[in-house]
């Protein structure tokens, strides 16, 4: 008989010590989900993160920012004055029995406070530092102390210019989350470097552009060069997609219904798929009266290269009025039935009360007693059938295991840890 899956093996030997701001809060929340033991540390007081909303019931308060909620689970707390001689003391410590050290701060910050690389190396030979900076280490931006926001970075890294209307200024991604593509690609270079270790027996410094992270996200736009000489147009799907010959086909995948939008895809020729998507659309479209001429439509002798905009623009007005008689739901429900390309467009609602989802276990419920209340949380983003992502804890209050660290696990007497604080030490 297989042996039952054990929660939290995975990573669950390995100590990570958390010192990121916003930039890089994604990082050590993947390797805790994991099971790495992840010591948040912050600056006396709370990190300035703590203040970003939205917060619970709208209390602008650093112990009830969603935010900071969202990006902290299953951490631990702690509280550190790295301007300080004793806090360093303290820091160099904790990196003794470390195996990860993820850091934001600006380059050359650590080096300066005699925490880099070479520094950390001398004390733990095998210690892993991640390095999360909107250019890298290096570089003229870096050598010029260039300072950037969220939309700099989707602008220098190449999104900016993709995104939005043709005939307008190009739009920022709606929700600032270029940091989160950092930290995400950050906790995949702790993970090669740990797999490194495991042949070496030797750390290494993980060097993270956010801007390289975000120039990974242009997908094809390179080869838009490579295959048609020119570069990709914003608002390709309003502009129309280039063809062989230099001109455009207009034909959009968002359409509008009863209560939203859909994503449909129609179209034929060769696509063999497509057109039997299509050819079921237009049967439903017939068995409630609102085909028209679709009715019979050869959906095979399209081709992509020839068919005219206007016949196109025919074809979509007698699709858009059916569709706008259904809501989302139903058109997503008949569609899975009918084998329909066709799938809504779901907000954060439409996203919280997924069914798939929930099957899936990706939401998950915390305690907070401190609120007296559960919040629902997303959840493991991987199925490891040996080692699941479990025993999922809330982010942790300002300083909230300072003792347990400090006193059970460092040896630091109590007097010792009450000195330190009122030495805005801790």
């Known amino acids: 008989m297989a042996?039952?899956?054990?929660?939290?093996?995975?990573?669950?030997?390995?100590?990570?010590?958390?010192?990121?701001?916003?930039?890089?809060?994604?990082?050590?929340?993947?390797?805790?989900?994991?099971?790495?033991?992840?010591?948040?540390?912050?600056?006396?007081?709370?990190d300035p993160a703590r203040r970003l909303g939205p917060f619970y019931h709208d209390d602008p308060d650093p112990e009830k920012s969603l935010y900071w909620f969202a990006f902290n689970t299953n951490k631990r707390g702690i509280t550190l004055n790295l301007e300080t001689s004793d806090g360093l003391d303290i820091f160099k410590r904790l990196t003794r029995?470390?195996?990860?050290?993820?850091?934001?701060?600006?380059?050359?910050?650590?080096?300066?406070?005699?925490?880099?690389?070479?520094?950390?190396?001398?004390?733990?030979?095998?210690?892993?530092?991640?390095?999360?900076?909107?250019?890298?280490?290096?570089?003229?931006?870096?050598?010029?102390?260039?300072?950037?926001?969220?939309?700099?970075?989707w602008a220098l890294g190449g999104v900016m210019s993709i995104s939005g209307d043709p005939d307008r200024a190009p739009n920022q991604i709606s929700f600032p989350h270029a940091y989160l593509h950092g930290g995400a690609e950050a906790a995949q270079g702790a993970m090669m470097a740990l797999y490194a270790r495991s042949i070496t027996g030797q750390g290494q410094h993980v060097d993270?552009?956010?801007?390289?992270?975000?120039?990974?996200?242009?997908?094809?736009?390179?080869?838009?060069?490579?295959?048609?000489?020119i570069n990709l147009p914003r608002g390709v799907y309003k502009r129309g997609i280039v063809r062989s010959d230099g001109s455009s086909l207009y034909n959009p995948w968002l359409w509008p219904c009863q209560d939203g939008w859909v994503f449909l895809m129609i179209g034929g020729g060769a696509l063999r798929p497509l057109v039997l998507s299509s050819t079921a659309l237009a049967l439903w479209m017939a068995e409630q009266g609102a085909a028209g001429d679709l009715e019979g439509y050869d959906w095979a002798a399209?081709?992509?290269?020839?068919?005219?905009?206007?016949?196109?623009d025919r074809l979509r007005?007698?699709?858009?009025?059916?569709?706008?008689?259904?809501?989302?739901?139903?058109?997503?429900?008949?569609?899975?039935?009918?084998?329909?390309?066709?799938?809504?467009?779901?907000?954060p609602k439409g996203i919280a009360e997924s069914p798939q989802l929930e099957a899936r276990g990706f939401y998950v419920e915390i305690e907070h007693p401190e609120l007296g209340a559960v919040l629902k949380y997303c959840g493991p983003w991987a199925q490891l059938s040996r080692t699941p992502l479990a025993g999922w804890k809330r982010a942790p209050l300002i300083g909230e295991h300072n003792r347990e660290i400090?006193?059970?696990?460092?040896?630091?007497?109590?007097?010792?840890?009450?000195?330190?604080?009122?030495?805005?030490?801790?």
């Open 3 to 46: 042996s039952e899956p054990t929660p939290y093996t995975l990573l669950s030997p390995y100590r990570v010590l958390d010192l990121t701001d916003e930039k890089g809060l994604l990082c050590g929340k993947i390797l805790g989900d994991m099971g790495a033991d992840v010591i948040k540390i912050e600056r006396p007081g709370g």
């Open 97 to 153: 029995s470390a195996d990860f050290v993820v850091e934001s701060f600006p380059p050359g910050t650590m080096d300066g406070l005699g925490i880099g690389y070479p520094d950390l190396e001398k004390i733990n030979p095998g210690v892993i530092l991640v390095s999360i900076t909107p250019f890298g280490q290096s570089g003229p931006y870096v050598e010029r102390h260039y300072q950037t926001t969220d939309m700099i970075l």
């Open 208 to 229: 993270v552009s956010i801007q390289q992270c975000l120039s990974m996200c242009t997908m094809n736009t390179m080869q838009f060069w490579d295959m048609y000489r």
């Open 317 to 347: 007005k007698v699709i858009e009025p059916f569709l706008m008689t259904h809501t989302m739901a139903d058109l997503y429900e008949e569609s899975i039935k009918r084998k329909i390309l066709l799938a809504p467009v779901n907000d």
């Open 302 to 312: 399209i081709d992509s290269a020839t068919i005219t905009q206007q016949e196109i």
């Open 406 to 426: 400090y006193e059970q696990e460092l040896g630091l007497s109590r007097e010792q840890t009450i000195a330190l604080k009122q030495a805005q030490i801790i």
